[in-house]
């Protein structure tokens, strides 16, 4: 069975930092396409960045441009968003979310999500 648990959330003053963890069980990472989305009250969930498990792709949503920065582990299966530079607009349930293709099947997991709130 497969799980996700992210950790490192928590409250950050603006123009703070924190790093978030996403461990994984039941999934080798380097076989996935690593992702963190978040979710804030009232707004849809939205794709934050992406590690695309061939060629080592990143992908950000332009808000967090220059800010974020995803990365992975793969022997610790383990992947990472760094955040730096928090704004109140980053306020959010973060989600780590991966994906895998398995002879032609796709197979997608999320976390149970970690809050971060960004406010002084």
């Known amino acids: 069975q497969v799980q996700l648990v992210e950790s490192g959330g928590g409250l950050v003053q603006p123009g703070g930092s924190l790093r978030l963890s996403c461990a994984a069980s039941?999934?080798?990472?380097?076989?996935?396409?690593m992702s963190w989305f978040r979710q804030a009250p009232g707004k849809e969930r939205e794709l934050v960045a992406e590690?695309?498990?061939?060629?080592?792709?990143?992908n950000y949503a332009d808000s967090v441009k220059g800010r974020f920065t995803i990365s992975r582990d793969n022997a610790k299966n383990l992947a990472y968003l760094q955040m730096s530079s928090l704004k109140p607009e980053d306020t959010a349930v973060y989600y780590c979310?991966?994906?895998?293709?398995?002879?032609?099947?796709?197979?997608?997991?999320w976390g149970q999500g970690t809050q971060v709130t960004v406010d002084s």
């Open positions: 039941g999934l080798a990472i380097d076989s996935a396409t």
């Open positions: 979310h991966a994906v895998n293709n398995i002879l032609g099947r796709v197979y997608s997991y």
């Open positions: 590690s695309t498990r061939t060629a080592g792709i990143t």
